[in-house]
């Protein structure tokens, strides 16, 4: 009886470690989001979101306090360099699940593990879930190489490189004529860039290594324009480009819908130079919502128009702001328009559209099911 109750404790004792996902302690990186093997791939680095081991199971970190000498910790606990470790907040590369493990987080740099650092009990969101970028050789770049993260190589957030470590650029005073600039040294042309403020295309990572850039368009790189090293700006102010380009997909004036859970329905997104960008909710009315869906031949009026980017936020240039129709034209373009590309809205104050479809009516009191895969459930 003896010999089966401790086979019993045994086999139960060794169920139980089998059922440990990790030991607490061990981190991992998570590189699942399509920004974070972008970013990997497109700066030789490792990127994504950090996960802690506690109790046997994975948790996230808060981004609450987190800092560079905290990535570096992480990286080096990861098997990579400390040496230009950076970090980025508010779910940059997805958030995670289970439990926030750490909050609060402060290390000196010299520890092993992320866990040995000084930390708390978190109160956090896994929308604050935090995520590193680590070096996995000392030097990753060349001082002068400039990269750009976004959906195509020709626009994006700007990364620059100084002292062997990618960083951005802050949006002050950052303008069309030192886009140009940017855009000639990646071999596009210098005519038709556009300057993107307030992090369009999402925050980069790194520091932030210039700030006030003034260039008068004939330089040759960045580098040569007036700028300050350095900054006080944040991330939100990263400043972005859009080059022009050879392959345009679309032509200036097209508008589509996107988002939407049919095709009558969705944020508004109109091309110029070969770029979709989206279009601000300021004085966009059922007038405006008319002219969208005449020009994507939908049957006009009775058009509704819907603010603050119901159908989702979407990314690069805020084209139009603001925008005023009479409801009768055959286009945006003859409505007044602010100027083309000059915004003063962030990408919560998009603007969408729902048009009256012939092929999607219901009569009065009828009722559907909407978002889910499943008959009998959904919104």
Not at 156 to 174: A, E, P, S, Y
Not at 175 to 192: E, I, K, P
Not at 205 to 226: A, R
């Amino acid at each position: 009886m003896k010999t089966l109750l401790l086979t019993t404790v045994i086999l139960s004792l060794f169920a139980s470690v089998q059922s440990l996902e990790c030991t607490d302690g061990d981190i991992r990186l998570n590189s699942s989001s399509p920004t974070a093997q972008k970013i990997s791939s497109t700066f030789g680095v490792k990127a994504g979101r950090i996960e802690v081991c506690a109790a046997g199971a994975w948790g996230t970190v808060c981004d609450d306090s987190f800092t560079d000498v905290n990535a570096g910790v992480a990286c080096r606990q990861l098997g990579y360099s400390a040496r230009g470790a950076s970090f980025v907040g508010l779910a940059y590369f997805g958030a995670g699940q289970g439990q926030i493990v750490l909050d609060d987080v402060s290390c000196t740099g010299n520890e092993t593990r992320l866990a040995d650092c000084f930390n708390r009990v978190s109160n956090c969101q896994h929308s604050e879930d935090v995520g590193v970028v680590c070096q996995v050789n000392n030097i990753t770049c060349t001082d002068g190489d400039i990269k750009l993260i976004g959906p195509a190589e020709y626009e994006g957030t700007i990364q620059v490189c100084l002292n062997n470590r990618f960083g951005t650029i802050c949006d002050d005073k950052f303008n069309s004529v030192a886009a140009g600039v940017v855009c000639n040294s990646l071999g596009y042309s210098r005519q038709g860039a556009i300057a993107l403020m307030w992090s369009a295309y999402g925050e980069g990572f790194g520091p932030i290594h210039m700030s006030e850039v003034v260039c008068n368009g004939t330089e040759e790189n960045i580098y040569q324009c007036q700028y300050f090293e350095g900054s006080d700006c944040i991330h939100f102010e990263d400043a972005g480009v859009v080059c022009k380009h050879a392959n345009s997909s679309c032509e200036d004036g097209a508008v589509r819908l996107v988002g939407g859970l049919v095709l009558s329905e969705g944020r508004v997104e109109v091309c110029f130079d070969g770029v979709w960008g989206t279009v601000c909710d300021d004085y966009f009315d059922n007038h405006a919502a008319d002219v969208v869906c005449r020009q994507l031949n939908y049957t006009t009026p009775g058009s509704l128009s819907v603010g603050l980017s119901l159908f989702g936020q979407g990314t690069g240039p805020i084209f139009i702001d603001p925008i005023r129709c009479f409801g009768n034209e055959t286009s945006m373009l003859n409505c007044r328009l602010g100027e083309i590309g000059l915004s003063t809205c962030f990408h919560f104050e998009d603007v969408s559209v729902v048009c009256i479809d012939p092929n999607n009516t219901c009569n009065d009191g009828e009722v559907r099911l909407m978002g889910s895969p499943y008959a009998n459930q959904g919104r």
